[in-house]
T-cell receptor, first 116, second 112 residues
Framework: GNSVTQMEGPVTLSEEAFLTINCTYTATGYPSLFWYVQYPGEGLQLLLKATKADDKGSNKGFEATYRKETTSFHLEKGSVQVSDSAVYFCALSDQNYGGSQGNLIFGKGTKLSVKP | ETGVTQSPTHLIKTRGQQVTLRCSSQSGHNTVSWYQQALGQGPQFIFQYYREEENGRGNFPPRFSGLQFPNYSSELNVNALELDDSALYLC???????????FGQGTRLTVV
């Protein structure tokens, strides 16, 4: 079945360091891909998304490109800040349920800690 | 415009009991999805309701059931609670079936 695999955490970086969180997926059809962020004590927030191959999603300095050939959607940021400390989840939409974004398959999450 | 709200925020139940969790969808949204997030794991899709009808279900047993009301708020019911049901339960609403899902802060359920 469809699945998402993302790099194990935790990831600890110094402020202004470059961030990469790897995400690969297995899916039939052509899923949409997402990155969600969960700050401590809060619900999930959509960070960015891409709906077809070669699309690049971007938001708040974060970017991810939908790579069909490598089935990947790696999250990157050029210069992280302390405020970026959170848990990041890669996800895909399960097209088997009619393609609704509400039916999401998540990775296990990667905890990012950014030190001043 | 209010966001997605869930109640209660925390609760503790005993194994074998039943629990009802509630979710108020964001204004104007007709679709609600429920997810279970075990500690250290990503959320897992339980089911989705669209205009009061179930519109897809994940790999959860029948003791997990739900309702959506005419105002599009929703309930998640779990019968015969097991220790492994301890998790954060997340509700997400969306304008309709194929649009962005907005998540609530979740209900932390502990089964003892």
């Amino acid at each position: 079945g469809n699945s998402v695999t993302q790099m194990e955490g935790p990831v600890t970086l110094s402020e202004e360091a470059f961030l990469t969180i790897n995400c690969t997926y297995t899916a039939t059809g052509y899923p949409s891909l997402f990155w969600y962020v969960q700050y401590p004590g809060e619900g999930l927030q959509l960070l960015l998304k891409a709906t077809k191959a070669d699309d690049k999603g971007s938001n708040k300095g974060f970017e991810a490109t939908y790579r069909k050939e490598t089935t990947s959607f790696h999250l990157e940021k050029g210069s992280v800040q302390v405020s970026d400390s959170a848990v990041y989840f890669c996800a895909l939409s399960d097209q088997n349920y009619g393609g609704s974004q509400g039916n999401l398959i998540f990775g296990k999450g990667t905890k990012l800690s950014v030190k001043p | 415009e209010t966001g997605v709200t869930q109640s209660p925020t925390h609760l503790i139940k005993t194994r074998g009991q039943q629990v009802t969790l509630r979710c108020s969808s964001q204004s104007g949204h007709n679709t609600v999805s429920w997810y279970q997030q075990a500690l250290g794991q990503g959320p897992q899709f339980i089911f989705q309701y669209y205009r009061e009808e179930e519109n897809g279900r994940g790999n959860f047993p029948p003791r997990f059931s739900g309702l959506q009301f005419p105002n599009y708020s929703s309930e998640l019911n779990v019968n015969a609670l097991e220790l492994d049901d301890s998790a954060l339960y997340l509700c997400a609403s969306s304008f309709t079936k194929n649009t962005e899902a907005f998540f609530g802060q979740g209900t932390r359920l502990t089964v003892v």
